[in-house]
Each structure stands twice: as structure tokens, then as C-alpha cells.
């Protein structure tokens, strides 16, 4: 085993809808849908029939051929992303993200990027330089991170001012940032926020990249979190649960700024991309989504969590509930925070655990049932009933 490979026990045998099976045969109820991945549920019967059909017929072609699957897969996303944009399929959030600014850097001429501070953007060297604390990055500025709970101003008073970077910064490409920043500890921005950073990417003549590999594909009820909010992104990137557990992602690029990059000489070309299966994976996983109807399923259902996160709120040292649908999170202050966690893992409940920010983060399958809820519920309410 590498020395990169994650010391997490136990071992795990398999997994199916929403739990997980060790290889002692204990059950653990599995609230982070893998890697925030999974969103039809481990081994969904038709995913799975239809993943063995495929890959006995069609799984990986040479660069430069497409394949129906590939047509297949880009209508598919073209279906739930209206507007002129032109799509690639790749493997990883974070090639994804990082082609996003290379395009971004061809089709404008400039170099700087705008993120977020806490804003996670993938695990590629430029990438990780984006993430960090607010202030001058290695390839731009990093504005402070939007959460209105732990901010000393209050709004409307701030005006928002933590969507305004130093003015002598120039030569901007893009402006990156995602609906709600999951890695950073689920900061759900305020009222406004994105069209507040569409307006700086316009007025700076950079482009909007929207970083959706968390938020996209159902997870907050809609396809994507940015699509109620009045923004028209130039990029989208996703990733994640298009794939159900399989390395699926792509970047949306508008298709004028697509001929930029092009015409400035922009070329990507990886052993992956556009493969047939990935095209397969996200036109399949479109379709058992709305077959299925988990759209409005994630809505329902990420409010009944909500729910009983709030009344256990009502008794016990939960705070700043928050999240958008299946995309939820809680606090617990230290020294509670620890031994909550301790507690959900010898009652084998999986959550984001995220000890810096004293943060649960819950992002499970969006087949989550009523029996699961009811497990987690339970088992939290142990655990905080155990705290002094
Ligand atoms: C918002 C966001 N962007 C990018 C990435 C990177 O995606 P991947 O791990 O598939 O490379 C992640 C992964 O957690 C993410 O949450």
C-alpha cells in the first residue's frame, strides 16, 4: 500500500444504497455518499446493470474519436444547463477546474485569479495555491470568505463588502467561486452574493467560473445552486455525482469564450477525455435522476433532515444549522465537537467531520430514506445526551 493511501478503518467490503458493509459484516450508515459522490445511492440495481452492459460494449477510444455515448452525454448536460455552452468531458473536478482557467487565461489574455478564501478548487498544485486565507495569492487575490456568522459587520451595513478586492489588482481572468463552500466548512454566502461577484468579474472584464462539482447535480434539489440566483456563469465546472462513483466531470464553457481560448491556441488533450464511458456515466446518471424524481426528493428530504437537526437544536449544543436541500451541516463547540464525533464513529454514523471549524457536514445519497434519518437522528441525539 502507498504511503498517500488514507489510514482509515475499518476495512470496508462493499456498499449498497446508503450503507456500507465492513468485513466483520457491520453495517455503517454512509452520510457522505462516498466522496460526495454517489448521489443514486452505492450499487443503484440499474446504474450497476447498465455499467456492466457498457462495459462489455464501449468503455475507452483514442483522442480525436467521439462516439454516440459522448453526443449522448453532452445533450444530456446541454438538457439541464440552457444556454450557448459547449461542454467537455473529462475525469476529475479538478482537471476540470483547471482547464476552467486555462481557458479563462487564453480567451482573455490575462493571468490573475480571483478566489475565495476557504474555497476549495481541487487537488492540482494551481488549484491548491487558490485555496488559503484571504489576501495576495501566487496567482492573484483571495477575498475573505463569505460567512456571515463568524463576520465581526452585519448586513445589509457591510454591503457586501467581502466581494471587493484591492483596486490596483489588474489583468484579471477569472473570478472563481462555488453556491455554498463544502470543504471550507459549508459557508452558505448571503442573499446576493453571487450576482455581487458576476458584477465584479464583469466589471474587471474577467470571466465568471462557477465551481460546481459539490453543489451540481442535484444535491440542493436543483441541477445546479447557481441557477435560481440570477447569475449567467461563463464557465461551470462539475464533477462528482455525474459519475455515481465512477471518475466523471466537465467543464461548461459559453461558446464564444470556447472560440477565444481556441483562437489563442488552447489545447487539452489527456488520455480520458471524452471517453464513451464517461459520456455514458453522466447521460445515465441524468436519467435515473429524473426517472426517479430526486430533484424534488433531495428538497423533501433535506428538509425533514434539516428538521431534526433543528429540534435537537432546541436541547443540545447544536448550532448554525445550515445548507441547501441534501447539502447540510451543523456545529457542535469543542469540547462537545470531539466526543460527538468519537460517538458517531463507534455507532457507525459516516459524517464530515471537520474539527477546524467544530463543523458535521452531511451530503449523503439523495435516495436517503426515512429508516436513515431516523438511525442518524438517534445516534446524534446519543451522542450529544452523552456530552456533560
Ligand atoms: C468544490 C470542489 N471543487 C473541486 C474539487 C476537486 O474534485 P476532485 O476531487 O474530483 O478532483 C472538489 C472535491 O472535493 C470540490 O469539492
Redesign the pocket.
Known amino acids: 500500500m502507498t504511503r498517500f493511501a488514507p489510514l482509515r478503518q475499518p476495512l470496508m467490503a462493499g456498499a449498497r444504497g446508503c450503507w456500507y458493509t465492513d468485513v466483520q459484516g457491520r453495517q455503517h450508515l454512509d452520510l457522505l455518499a462516498g466522496c460526495w459522490c454517489t448521489i443514486l445511492g452505492h450499487a443503484h440495481p440499474v446504474f450497476t446493470r447498465r455499467v456492466r452492459r457498457q462495459a462489455g460494449r464501449f468503455v475507452h477510444a483514442g483522442t480525436g474519436y467521439l462516439s454516440p455515448e459522448v453526443h449522448q452525454g453532452v445533450e444530456a448536460f446541454l438538457s439541464i444547463l440552457p444556454g450557448d455552452y459547449r461542454v467537455a468531458l473529462l475525469n ?3 482537471e476540470a ?1 483547471d482547464l476552467a482557467i486555462r481557458v479563462a487565461r487564453a480567451a482573455t489574455g490575462r493571468r490573475a485569479v480571483i478566489s475565495v478564501e476557504r474555497g ?4 492540482t498544485a494551481e488549484m491548491l495555491a487558490l485555496t488559503g486565507t484571504a489576501g495576495a495569492h501566487p496567482l492573484g487575490y483571495r477575498l475573505p470568505v463569505p460567512d456571515c456568522s463568524r463576520c465581526e459587520h452585519s448586513l445589509p451595513a457591510c454591503g457586501l463588502g467581502c466581494t471587493e478586492p484591492p483596486d490596483p489588482l489588474c489583468g484579471v481572468a477569472a473570478v472563481v467561486c ?1 453556491p455554498i463552500l ?2 471550507g466548512g459549508m459557508v452558505v454566502p448571503p442573499p446576493g452574493y453571487l450576482p455581487r461577484l458576476e458584477t465584479l468579474a464583469r466589471s474587471r472584464e474577467a470571466l465568471l467560473v462557477v ?1 460546481e ?2 453543489t451540481g447535480g442535484g444535491r440542493t434539489g436543483r441541477w445546479f445552486a447557481h441557477q435560481d440566483q440570477g447569475v449567467s456563469p461563463d464557465l461551470v465546472v462539475v ?2 455525482a455525474f459519475g455515481n462513483g465512477f471518475p466523471a ?1 466537465a467543464l461548461l464553457v459559453r461558446d464564444e469564450v470556447e472560440d477565444r481560448a481556441r483562437r489563442a491556441g488552447l489545447t487539452h488533450v489527456q488520455s480520458h477525455g471524452f471517453d464513451p464511458f464517461t459520456g455514458f456515466l453522466v447521460a445515465t446518471v441524468i436519467e435515473l435522476v429524473r426517472e426517479e424524481g430526486l430533484l424534488a426528493r433531495a428538497g423533501e428530504v433535506g428538509r425533514e433532515l434539516k428538521d431534526r437537526l433543528d429540534k435537537l437544536a432546541e436541547r443540545f449544543p447544536v448550532r448554525n444549522v445550515r445548507g441547501d436541500g441534501l447539502l447540510l451541516a451543523f456545529d457542535v463547540p469543542e469540547p462537545g465537537f470531539s466526543a460527538v464525533a468519537r460517538r458517531l464513529e463507534e455507532l457507525g454514523v459516516v459524517v464530515g467531520a471537520q474539527p477546524v471549524h467544530s463543523t458535521f457536514r452531511l451530503l449523503p445519497a439523495l435516495v436517503l430514506g426515512e429508516v436513515e434519518i431516523a438511525v442518524f437522528a438517534g445516534a446524534l441525539e446519543d451522542s450529544l445526551s452523552r456530552l456533560p
Open positions: 476529475t473536478g479538478s477546474m476549495y478548487y481541487g487537488a462555488e463544502a470543504s465551481n462539482v459539490t464533477g462528482k466531470a
